[in-house]
């Protein structure tokens, strides 16, 4: 009996894939920003930990490039389509948060407060998940965006009321985007092993690690 064509496109394990290396890198990038808040402490372990996960996420990522060519190029030409229209508003997204990022590091340091620095960037960060999770119809990100829109805006109390130095800032808000980016890169993961379990079996062989 001829195999139909699995309804997942290829675009789908690319699109997981490259999301895990971004996990991975803005995983580490909170890391350090913690790292550093927390320098002096005789404390490696949120490094190690959010490294183990980073490297795992990269992995992944070359795991699921590996075996996409598994899966076709595309299911319908209305499939494409919409996979077009996506790449295009997620680029703006993109686009956007970079921007609001330059903003916002302007205004803080306009203002005299280039102690925020560090929470406005994760301010945005947080609130570019909401239109991330309207674009792709994903609940989690919603989640993700509110955790990460809370630790930002806890950061920006705290050091406008001077509840915590500045280095307990920045291992606070550091830790907290990490967490969200780890969360985000083991979503990430699961989805994409959700998607080579709905292989054919033929195709599925030695693929599930």
Known sequence: MKTEPHPIPRIAIHSIATG???????????AIIAHAGLAGRDSNIEIVVFAVLAIAFV????YFFSIAKRFPKSTTEAHAEVGKRSGM???IIFGAEGLGIFIAI???????????????????VGL????????FKRTIDYYL???????????????????????????FVGIG???????????????????????????ATSAIV
């Open 106 to 124: 302007n205004i803080v340091n306009n203002i005299g407060h280039p102690d925020l620095v560090i929470p406005a960037i994760a301010l945005v």
């Open 89 to 91: 508003w997620f680029g």
């Open 20 to 30: 895990l290396l971004m996990m991975a890198f803005f995983t580490m990038l909170w």
């Open 145 to 171: 965006a509110t955790w990460a829109t809370l630790i930002a805006v806890l950061g920006i109390v705290f050091t406008l009321n001077k509840t915590l130095p500045q280095n307990d800032i920045l291992a």
């Open 177 to 203: 985007l990490a967490i969200a980016t780890s969360a985000y890169g083991i979503y990430m993961t699961l989805s994409g092993r959700s998607m080579l379990n709905q292989l054919p079996e033929n195709s």
């Open 128 to 135: 570019h998940f909401y239109p991330i999770g309207w674009l």
């Open 59 to 62: 992995v992944k990522a070359i």
